[in-house]
C-alpha cells in the first residue's frame, strides 16, 4: 500500500454544462454523465497529482493491458440529497476498502484512502446540482482503475488510471424480476476473482444472462461451479431468501462477493428481530419450500438496484411463482435501507457520511 498523503487537487472546472439536456423526473439508470470527473494516473511506482476536469474522451494506446488482459476494477455507490439539500453517502469506506480488496487481486496498486474519499467529495461538491431528488433517484458513482501500461506482454500494467464518474439515475429495474437458476455456465469459481469487482466478472456473466433473457427471464441465479446444487448470488446482486419467517442467504466467499447491501440486510433484519441465517442453501430446498407454500419471498440486493423482490424463477423447465405478500421482509428492509440513506430515520449504525 502506498503510504497515505493528502492529495492536492487540481480541479478545471467545465464551462459548458450539460445538465439542462438531461430530464431529472425520467432518469434511466446509468446512461448520463456528469459534468466532471476525478481522474489519478499512477506511473514511477505512485499515485500522481489527482485532477478533476470536465467529464470528456480519454485516450489509450491500442496495446494499453486493459483491452488485453482485463486488468480492472470498479466500485458501485450512490449519493444522495436529503430534504435539506445535505449530501449524503452510504457506507462509503466500505466501497473503498472493497476496490482495493480486488484490486489486490489482479495485481493492481491499491489506492490510498485519502485518493479515494478526497477526490470523491472534491467532485460530489462540484456536481452536487446533479444528485437527484427524486423519489428513489440518486447519484450513481463509478469510482474504477484499469491499467494503461502498453504492451502486448501479459503481465501486469505499470501505469494505471483511477476515475470516478458520476450518473444520475432512477431506479435499476422496472416490473417483474424473474430469475432463471442456471446450472451451465458458472459466474465464478473457487481461487477465482468471483469476490473482487473485477470488469472480466461481469463480461463473463453476459452471454449466459441473454440466454435466459432470450427465455423470458431478466437476470440469472448463479449456482456454485463444483455441482451447481446450492444458490449463490444473482447477476450483480447478492439473494436472500424468505422460508416461512427466516431469512437466510449464502455465505461469502472467494466465489462471491461480499455485498455491502447484503450486509446492510443482515444487520436491519436481525435488528428487526427476523431469524436470519447465513448458510450454504440448496436449489432442492428452494423448489421444496416453493412447492409446498414455505418460500414466502426472494430477493437480490446491490446497491443498483437497493433490494429487488424477485417474483419468479425458473429452473430447468419448470416456473415457479413467488406469493405476493403484505408486510414483505423486502419492503420493509428497504424502507429502513433507504430511510438511513435520505436522512429520513436515525442512523444507529453509523452507516450515513455526510459530504461537507
Ligand atoms: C456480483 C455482485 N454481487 C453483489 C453485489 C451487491 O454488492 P453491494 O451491495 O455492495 O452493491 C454486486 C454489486 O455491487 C455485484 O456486482
Redesign the pocket.
Same mark, same amino acid.
Given at each position: 500500500m502506498n503510504t497515505a498523503v493528502s492529495p492536492m487537487i487540481k480541479i478545471e472546472k467545465t464551462n459548458n454544462s450539460k445538465i439542462n439536456e438531461v430530464d431529472f423526473d425520467n432518469l434511466p439508470f446509468g446512461q448520463h454523465l456528469s459534468d466532471h470527473m476525478f481522474v489519478c494516473d499512477y506511473k514511477n511506482g505512485k499515485w500522481q497529482q489527482p485532477h478533476i476536469v470536465p467529464y470528456q474522451n480519454i485516450s489509450l494506446d491500442p496495446s494499453s493491458k486493459i483491452f488485453h488482459y482485463g486488468q480492472s476494477v470498479f466500485e458501485?455507490m450512490k449519493a444522495y440529497k436529503d430534504a435539506r439539500g445535505q449530501v449524503l453517502l452510504f457506507r462509503p469506506l466500505?466501497?473503498q476498502n +472493497?476496490l482495493n480488496i480486488s484490486a489486490k487481486r489482479l495485481a493492481i496498486p491499491e489506492l490510498p484512502e485519502e485518493y479515494f474519499m478526497e477526490g470523491l467529495k472534491a467532485l460530489l461538491k462540484l456536481d452536487s446540482d446533479w444528485i437527484p431528488t427524486s423519489d428513489g433517484s440518486s447519484l450513481y458513482i463509478r469510482p474504477f482503475i484499469f491499467a494503461t501500461g502498453n504492451g502486448f506482454h501479459a503481465s501486469p500494467a505499470d501505469t494505471y488510471k483511477f476515475i470516478i464518474a458520476c450518473s444520475p439515475s432512477g431506479a435499476y429495474f422496472s416490473g417483474k424480476l424473474k430469475v432463471l437458476i442456471e446450472e451451465k455456465y458458472s +459466474?465464478s469459481a473457487n481461487g477465482g476473482v468471483g469476490f473482487a469487482?473485477a470488469g472480466g /466478472?461481469?463480461a463473463g456473466q453476459f452471454y449466459p444472462t441473454q440466454l435466459a433473457v432470450e427465455k423470458g427471464y431478466q437476470q440469472v441465479i448463479w449456482t456454485d461451479d463444483n455441482t451447481h446444487e446450492y444458490i449463490e448470488?444473482a447477476? =450483480?446482486? /447478492?439473494i436472500f431468501m424468505r422460508i416461512n419467517d427466516t431469512l437466510i442467504t449464502g455465505p461469502t466467499s472467494d466465489r462471491?462477493?461480499?455485498?455491502?447491501? +447484503?450486509k446492510s440486510v443482515i444487520t436491519i433484519a436481525k435488528d428487526e428481530g427476523i431469524k436470519v441465517e447465513v448458510r450454504k442453501i440448496k436449489v432442492k430446498e428452494v423448489i421444496e419450500a416453493s412447492n409446498n407454500g414455505s418460500l414466502k419471498e426472494m430477493f437480490g440486493?446491490?446497491? =443498483?438496484a437497493v433490494i429487488s423482490p424477485i417474483t419468479g424463477f425458473g429452473y430447468r423447465d419448470n416456473d415457479f411463482e413467488l406469493p405476493e405478500i403484505e408486510n414483505s421482509y423486502a419492503a420493509l428492509i428497504k424502507k429502513r435501507i433507504t430511510d438511513i440513506q435520505y436522512n429520513r430515520a436515525e442512523d444507529k449504525f453509523g452507516w450515513r457520511y455526510i459530504v461537507e
Open positions: 458501485g466500505d466501497n +472493497r +459466474r469487482k /466478472n461481469y448470488e447477476g =450483480a446482486m /447478492n462471491i462477493l461480499d455485498g455491502i447491501t +447484503r440486493s446491490g446497491t =443498483a
